[in-house]
């Protein structure tokens, strides 16, 4: 058995939905399902309703984030599709009567590739906001590895079986966004960070990036660590997202995180309503992530696979009699504190502590989840060890005060 006392954790890829899109979530529904997932800080994106390319705009969202502020540190993205609101960033960071609304500000978030929101970026505006963010050492987070055609249509109807989805581009192609990132972000210094990492390709290519000394960062999601698309058949168009659910491409993701290649796990924590998802070919892309993704790692970590039916990577086996081996809990306080703290200078403190530990088991229900969209593609799943919120403001002090949460 064993334990271990992390600071609250970070999650840096959210979509909280507010404001516009209520109906699906907002601030205090999703801060909540964070709380309750041991994650305390959270950076959200830009594509709710209005879209956050503003200073007003992003006025807005942090006046509205104080609300749910003893639960939730909701940090927020900047967004941009035209040039204007390049302009607006550096307004935002440069202006001095901005000084407080920038403390707020995790960077910028670019699409370089289509998804949810329509908010894919003009490749003249890509430049400029490249530059920018290069000139103001703003963090620039990219959206790449999804089909430059309309993502959306092109993934309106899931492939059902492993065959079908093996017809789709070849994954391999499907990295050249993240290529062209890493030049720009050469030329113009730009310190990035490759969202949600999917392939093999574009995990070579941020490892490539890395050996030449350029501030190149990245992430994974817990979707594409322990979903493929053999999963199709039963979980549909719940798993539909961007970038896609991959066949291939988890085993070298699970290598990537054990070499130090990819700095963080974040969730792309996009809730949608079961009604909307069941809307077969007009289902949105997205699933929620925020509240378990702490008890599938933890899991990793006890030596239990998670997902039901799929065997676990080879990395993680190797050499051991069917125990998993390779994530153990310091290197997870690094996936989800230490690495998203540095790399978007959040300044987290320890103030708010949890303690993990190996024991236990839980299995992961729809009916638990605290997020409005009320449902988890990991239903079902069993997962080992378990965490406590330590409500605590002393990272020292002895845990008087302990919740369990049924996580
Ligand atoms: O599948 C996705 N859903 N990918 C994204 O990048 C956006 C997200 C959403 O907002 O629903
Ligand atoms: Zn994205
Ligand atoms: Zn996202």
């Not at 933890?298 to 039916?309: F, K, L, N, Q, R």
């Not at 990395?315 to 994530?327: F, P, Q, S, Y």
């Not at 320890?350 to 449902?375: L, Y």
Request: hydrophobic share 40%; charged share 25%; proline share 6%.
């Amino acid at each position: 058995m064993s334990t271990a006392v992390f600071p609250a954790l970070i999650d840096c890829h959210v979509h909280f939905r507010e404001p516009g899109l209520e109906h699906k979530a907002d601030m205090a529904t999703e801060g909540l399902a964070a709380f309750h997932g041991g994650i305390r800080t959270v950076c959200e994106m830009p594509n709710t309703n209005p879209g956050t390319h503003t200073v007003a705009a992003f006025a807005d969202k942090v006046e509205r984030a104080k609300r749910i502020a003893d639960k939730c540190d909701i940090r927020f993205y900047f967004g941009a599709v035209a040039s204007a609101h390049v302009a607006e960033l550096e307004a935002l960071w440069t202006k001095p009567e901005n000084e407080a609304l920038k403390k707020r500000c995790s960077g910028l978030k670019l699409y370089l590739d289509n998804s949810t929101g329509n908010m894919k970026a003009d490749e003249s505006v890509v430049e400029e906001a490249f530059a920018l963010c290069g000139r103001l050492r703003i963090p620039l987070v990219a959206h790449c590895e999804c089909s430059s055609i309309n993502n959306e249509a092109a993934e309106a109807h899931p492939p059902t079986t492993v065959e079908a989805h093996s017809k789709r581009r070849p994954e391999s192609s499907e990295v050249t966004s993240i290529r062209s990132a890493v030049t720009l972000a050469e030329k113009h210094g730009t310190l990035l960070h490759v969202a949600h990492l999917s392939t093999a390709g574009g995990l070579e290519l941020v490892r490539d990036a890395k050996k030449r000394g350029l501030p190149v960062t990245c992430e994974v999601t817990p979707h594409h660590l322990f979903l493929t698309t053999a999963d199709y058949p039963e979980m549909q168009s719940r798993i539909k997202v961007n970038p896609p659910i991959r066949t291939h491409e988890k085993e070298h993701l699970w290598v990537g995180l054990l070499d130090g290649t990819i700095d963080c796990v974040a969730t792309d924590h996009a809730p949608h309503l079961m009604d909307e998802k069941a809307l077969g070919p007009n289902a949105p892309s997205g699933m929620p992530g925020v509240e378990v993704v702490l008890s599938l790692m933890i899991s990793v970590v006890a030596g239990h696979w998670p997902h039901p039916t799929a065997p676990p990577p080879a990395c993680l086996t190797a050499g051991k009699d069917g125990g998993l081996e390779g994530i153990d809990f310091a290197a997870l306080k690094m996936l989800m504190f230490t690495h998203p703290n540095a790399i978007f200078s959040l300044g987290c403190d320890a103030k708010d502590a949890i303690e993990v530990t190996t024991e236990g088991e839980r299995i992961i229900r729809n009916e638990d989840m605290h997020s409005k969209c009320q449902w988890t593609p990991y239903d079902g799943w069993k997962v080992k060890g378990r965490m406590a919120l330590a409500v605590t403001r002393s990272f020292n002090a002895v845990f008087k005060v302990r919740c369990c949460v049924s996580l």
